[in-house]
């Protein structure tokens, strides 16, 4: 998958976001090379040189991208520490976006970890400290008038497609992060460019500051948001409510994704918003649909049916309950029985231990799970007893509590069941509820597990033959679906994102497990696949947005290889387009250099 050169002309005519031909540029100079939209450093051809007045600027041979992308490679092996590449790898987005996409395209399995999880956990909790330059969007709580202004310089109501937003409370696995949650919103974003092709100009990452209660922040001199205890209540609903009504107002073709709120609050928003709005949450959603794609993989595997799912579930926080709600619908659907009935295949295990109907303080979200008491025969509530009783063929992690799926738990879930499916995906890698090595060992190699972070293949002696074999775990993380679910939304303008939108996206991954042709692959496809994946995910959703009726996109080509061509035609590859000068006067905002970077170049803040 290399990226093309310039699209030509789309035998579709015109494509709202296709990226073909010149682009218009009114910038020159020292404003020009600083501006990581337009900017190519020393692939700027003599012309480009010529006339925008960068001929003395710039040292004298003319280099092409791969050239650019070879130096930079070696400039990002010679960093020390995964965080200083990560540095290293922000800095360039700040000054070349193309050449920093095609780095990480090229060199995407080695350098995702690095960008995303578990690396850019380390940057977010560092980010007071390795700041160097603002990108982003931040509002504060204390600040709600200015929110509708703010928001606003980002563009004009056609130039924004896609708005990341947090409020920083539960950042990956790493809890609060306050305004240090800008750096999930810029991740989640640059990964729906690299995955799914979505213009980079056009997104928008926003932090909601509401304060923090992250103590070590709040003593920290150095520490860059609020310093002060997180504002909750009627306070923080206006807050949130303001922005997301002036983000509609302002751009209403943009899909609002929403990462990393608190448990408290990200359920409770999704409901709000869902029926009035195309949003979407990551760790609801997305988790949900990536893990039940992994479940159905893994049941092909097995030879088993949605029937044959026992699920146990430890962590019901905002990741958990997410799964569950998806595995029960998948559930219902296929057995066409009550969601109430499909819930009995799924038992939900927290702090507690399991949940039952006499569980204290249980969340509108983990009611539906709750197991009458009198079913419990074991006194004891824990992750083991729960294995021993409920003979689970799937178990999953999302409670970030590292290790709790110990040898005696997995030995207990394998002595019941063949091939047990086994899912520990809290982040990042620390925090994991198990290693592959480990569940691979415990089980002779019969464990089929997915991760939440990415782990190197395993290799050991399984299985009757005792000879070395190599095993290859899949990243069962969100980001193998949430790019080709908006890319799908984007384009086909939905109104609203609805669950049968979400089960199309399940099935386009689920087609394209590699443990679907050979049981002994990964159970999801990996990222050198990805954005084959997005385009896969991206037809079935704009198929069900059309069935639904919620597409409002004129010109949606009904014929499959169609569709998919239309598609591509409108990711935004990491090419550079030539460059046509264009007067300042009268010029699109875009061609100012306004999208995206806000205000004048020259004039933005450093350090
Ligand atoms: N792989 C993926 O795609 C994703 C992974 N995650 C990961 O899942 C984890 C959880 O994330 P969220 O659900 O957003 O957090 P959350 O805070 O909403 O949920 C965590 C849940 O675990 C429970 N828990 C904590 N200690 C426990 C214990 N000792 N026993 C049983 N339950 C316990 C908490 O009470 C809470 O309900 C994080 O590490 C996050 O990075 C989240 C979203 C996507
Ligand atoms: C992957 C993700 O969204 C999380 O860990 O929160
Ligand atoms: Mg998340």
Redesign the pocket.
């Known amino acids: 998958m290399s990226p093309s050169s310039n699209k030509t002309t789309s035998r579709f005519g015109h494509l709202p976001l296709s990226t073909s031909g010149p682009l218009e540029c009114a910038l020159k100079g020292t404003v020009l090379l600083t501006h990581p939209y337009f900017n190519k450093g020393s692939a700027f051809t003599p012309d480009e040189r010529r006339d925008f007045a960068l001929a003395g600027l710039l040292p004298p041979s003319v280099q092409t991208l791969e050239q650019q992308v070879q130096r930079a490679y070696e400039q990002y092996c010679a960093r020390p520490d995964d965080l200083a590449k990560n540095t290293f790898l922000t800095s360039m987005k700040e000054q070349n976006e193309v050449l920093y996409f095609r780095l990480l395209h090229d060199h995407l399995p080695e350098m995702f970890s690095v960008v995303?999880?578990p690396t850019e956990g380390d940057a977010i909790q560092n980010y007071s400290r390795i700041f160097r330059r603002p990108d982003g969007l931040f509002l504060n709580i204390h600040d709600v008038d200015r929110v509708y202004h703010d928001l606003s310089l980002w563009g004009t109501a056609d130039d924004i497609d896609y708005i990341v937003v947090t409020d920083g409370e539960?950042?990956?696995?790493i809890g609060d992060q306050g305004c240090g949650g800008i750096l999930?919103s810029i991740a989640?974003l640059a990964l729906t460019t690299l995955c799914a092709g979505i213009h980079p100009n056009r997104v928008l990452p926003v932090v909601l500051d509401c304060g923090t209660d992250n103590e070590e922040l709040l003593n920290d001199p150095l520490y860059l948001g609020l310093r002060e205890k997180r504002v909750r209540g009627e306070a923080y609903d206006n807050f949130v409510d303001t922005f997301v009504k002036a983000a509609r107002k302002l751009y209403p073709k943009a899909y609002i994704h929403f990462?990393?709120f608190g448990l408290q609050n990200a359920r409770r928003l999704l409901n709000k918003y869902r029926p009035e709005i195309p949003c979407f949450n990551?760790?609801v959603q997305?988790?949900g649909c990536v893990t039940l794609a992994a479940i159905f993989a893994g049941l092909h595997v097995t030879k088993q049916k949605v029937d044959d799912i026992r699920l146990v579930i430890f962590g019901a926080g905002t990741?958990g309950v997410g799964i569950a709600d998806q595995v029960r619908d998948a559930i219902a659907t296929e057995r066409g029985i009550s969601k109430e009935e499909a819930a009995k295949q799924i038992w939900l295990i927290d702090k507690p231990g399991i949940l039952t109907t006499d569980t204290e303080d249980l969340s509108e979200g983990q009611k539906p799970y709750a197991k009458a008491e009198d079913e419990w025969e074991s006194k004891d509530r824990n992750l083991l007893a729960v294995v021993k009783q409920v003979k689970p063929n799937v178990l999953i992690g999302t409670s970030t509590v590292p290790r709790s799926f110990t040898k005696e738990v997995v030995e207990a879930m394998a002595s019941s069941v063949e091939r047990p499916i086994i899912l520990p995906?809290?982040?990042?890698t620390r925090l994991h509820e198990a290693v592959p090595s480990d569940l691979l060992e415990w089980t002779n190699g019969k464990a089929l597990v997915a991760t939440?972070s990415p782990f190197k293949p395993v290799k050991g002696p399984w299985g009757e033959s005792g000879k070395e074999v190599e095993i290859e775990v899949a990243e069962c993380?969100?980001?193998v679906v949430f790019p080709g679910i908006g890319l799908g939304s984007i384009l086909s303008r939905a109104k609203l994102v609805t669950d049968k939108m979400l089960v199309a996206a399940v099935n386009g991954v689920a087609q394209l497990s590699p443990a679907l042709k050979d049981s002994t692959a990964p159970l999801l496809p990996g990222v050198d696949v990805v954005r084959d994946v997005s385009v896969v995910v991206a037809r079935k959703v704009i198929q069900s947005a059309v069935e639904e009726g919620v597409a409002t996109q004129e010109g949606i080509p009904d014929d499959e290889a169609e569709l998919d061509e239309w598609i591509r035609e409108q990711m935004w590859d990491p090419v550079y387009r030539p460059l046509k000068y264009v007067n300042k006067e009268g010029a699109s905002r875009e061609a100012k250099g306004e999208m995206r970077v806000v205000g004048s170049v020259e004039g933005r803040e450093q350090q």
Request: hydrophobic share 20%; net charge negative.
């Open positions: 995303y999880t539960e950042i990956l696995g999930i989640k990462e990393d990551d760790d997305g988790t990741a995906l809290s982040n990042p939440g993380n969100n980001s």
